[in-house]
Nanobody, 127 residues
Framework: QVQLVESGGGLVQAGGSLRLSCAAS????????MGWFRQAPGKEREFVAS????????YYADFTKGRFTISRDNAKNTVYLQMNSLTPEDTAAYYC????????????????????WGQGTQVTVSS
């Protein structure tokens, strides 16, 4: 199993930026993907971005509109989410996810294909 620890959330004004980090430990040798999901109050958890560990291929939700960038540091088993041009609609708890099972073609834009989750970090964007 993979353990995940997120950091980097906080309060920012609209138009500002934040960078989230997520460090993985444990069964990282079999990890095939990592990603970010978010959940706003009263809403379902939704996909934000993900990255395949071996190839670096990235996937984004439409609402990121080029504002968000996901990246990884294989040596540190860490994934990052750079978020720019934030709006109040981006306010949510952001969750890091990892897939510890193999698979280079499985969809990594849906939460059901991730089996490790962080505890979440709150992002609040004020208007």
């Amino acid at each position: 199993q993979v353990q995940l620890v997120e950091s980097g959330g906080g309060l920012v004004q609209a138009g500002g930026s934040l960078r989230l980090s997520c460090a993985a430990s444990g069964r990282t040798f079999s990890m095939s993907a990592m990603g970010w999901f978010r959940q706003a109050p009263g809403k379902e958890r939704e996909f934000v971005a993900s990255i395949r560990w071996s190839t670096g291929s990235t996937y984004y939700a439409d609402f990121t509109k080029g504002r968000f960038t996901i990246s990884r540091d294989n040596a540190k088993n860490t994934v990052y989410l750079q978020m720019n041009s934030l709006t109040p609609e981006d306010t949510a708890a952001y969750y890091c996810a990892a897939r510890s099972l193999p698979g280079t073609t499985v969809s990594i834009t849906t939460s059901r294909n991730f089996d490790g989750w962080g505890q979440g970090t709150q992002v609040t964007v004020s208007s």
